[in-house]
């Protein structure tokens, strides 16, 4: 609900990009302090919060941005695209929490600098 509140106060470019640097530097934190498990699970909800504002985003935009004769279209596309990349999730779920962590954070650091060129 957050999110939809966001994208039509603040607008989809600095929307988009805020709740992607909210993820990127939970998982930051969540690196730097991963042993300590007090405070990780802050950083994990930290990290969760901005991955479901852009989630909530996504669903608003879909509809504001393109024709809505088009917007379940490319919303599926772009569902595929993404299902195809979780494919490999298993594999990278496998590998040390530093190795998943920094693929989280180079796809979520990729999203701030690709969502500064959405047109408003």
Do not use: H
């Not at 990009?17 to 939970?26: D, E, H, Q, R, V």
């Amino acid at each position: 609900m957050l999110g939809g509140i966001l994208y039509f106060k603040i607008g989809p470019k600095v929307g988009f990009s805020s709740m992607f640097l909210i993820s990127a530097l939970g998982s930051v934190f969540l690196m730097i302090f991963w042993e300590r498990k007090e405070i990780s699970s802050i950083f994990i909800i930290f990290t969760k919060f901005g991955v479901s504002g852009v989630y909530s985003m996504l669903y608003v935009a879909a509809v504001t941005m393109f024709p809505t004769v088009f917007a379940a279209s490319i919303f599926g596309y772009c569902n595929l695209i993404a299902r195809f990349f979780t494919i490999f999730s298993s594999i990278v779920a496998e590998t040390d929490y530093t190795v998943a962590l920094s693929v989280f954070l180079c796809v979520s650091g990729l999203a701030v600098v690709v969502s500064l060129f959405i047109i408003q």
